[in-house]
């Protein structure tokens, strides 16, 4: 598809995908360097500038983002990548905290979180700058030590898929600690739901709604390392004419997990075209997105008891809480200042390229689309907006 102006998709979803903005993005990056090399510098530029346009317009989010991303080195791709899954990653958190605030109202709770030695206030992350750039400091300073604190199974970029870059450790923390603020805040969260219930046990009882459910654990570091310990230990210490041929083999069994009945695909929606093929990329980007989806899938389900249950908030005074049920994936991308579209300048031509490996939607045995939520689809489910009776 050639464009003139690209629309940005901006999806009223819970669950988001991230595949669909990085691939318009690779498409842009890719075209500046086309673009250099035929000598087009200034066209290039109009581009850089375009994105930089961006850059200015989101300010201060993606909040987990460093200024420059990476401290030496620039790698346009890889960078925007990072923003997205930020993006992502944040809405997620966002949606959290609000409800947070709001349960406070009538329930003190804590908003701190702890990760890696640190008490992190999910709220300050996002009313506070100085709060933020104090605590990316901290991190910077200890980033060797703070690295070594991650998990192995979600280390990349250290030479295992063929690519060592010291710079990316700064951005692996964060992204790792993003993650786990979204699984704490989520376990406040249940706590304080437990909370309410027993503190209005006279207002929910009668009411007649279903239980609080258990949080949702999907063990995904351990599925991973089933998958691929073994063979990222083969890597290690494989002759370098067979390294590559085990990394194949190791990503082709990551593609193979499914996580509550979705494969990997159907989690990123398809895969970007990378014009600059890296596997320790790849292998990053599916590592990311497994773990980040284990943290989500439990938020999500956390909201749909939330959507039963709106009855007992408006009894105990906290319907201000049913704005964040429904709040989507777009509203987030409206607040932080994303464009809805981007207008190319005159005279350039951007070709955005078809993703790669887009899931085809499961049918059932008469060859029918299963629709989202029933037994062996691939859709996520959905959430419908309350309706709003209009006053006579």
Known sequence: MTATSISLPCD?????????????????????????????????QQLRDLLESIEDLLGSFPISISDPVFPTLTVPEIEWERRITAMVQ?????????????VDSVLP???????MGLSIDVVKLFTDPNYKVTLKAQIAAEVDTFYALIPDTYKTFDGTYGLEVNDFK???????????????????????????IDKFSSIWEPLGL?????????????LIKDKIESLEAQIKSAPDDIKDSLRKEALAALEKISLVGYT???????????FVESMEKKMDRFKTRLRDFGEEWP???????????????????????VQYITFTFCDFLKIIGLPTSLAIPAGITVSITPLLNVPEAALDAAGEVIAAGEEGS?????????????ED
């Open 210 to 222: 279903p239980a609080l459910p258990v949080l949702t654990d999907i063990n995904v570091e351990q």
């Open 378 to 390: 691939n859709q996520f489910p959905t959430i419908a907006k309350p309706v709003v009776e209009e």
């Open 109 to 115: 709770i804590s908003f701190s979180v702890p990760i």
């Open 12 to 44: 009223s979803v819970l669950l988001p995908k991230p595949t669909d903005l990085v691939n318009i993005f690779n498409n842009i990056i890719n075209q500046i360097s086309l673009l250099e090399m035929n000598g087009l510098e200034k066209e290039a």
């Open 299 to 321: 938020k999500f389900l956390i909201l749909e008891w939330m959507e039963k249950v709106t009855a007992f908030f408006e009894a105990i005074g906290l319907s201000a809480l």
């Open 90 to 102: 944040e809405y997620h958190l966002f949606v959290q905290v609000k409800i947070m605030e709001i």
């Open 264 to 274: 990997l695909m159907d989690l990123l929606g398809g895969e970007p075209n990378d």
């Open 170 to 196: 700064a951005e692996a923390v964060w992204n790792y600690i993003m993650s786990q603020l979204n699984k704490g805040a989520l376990g406040i969260l249940h706590g304080a739901f437990g909370g309410l």
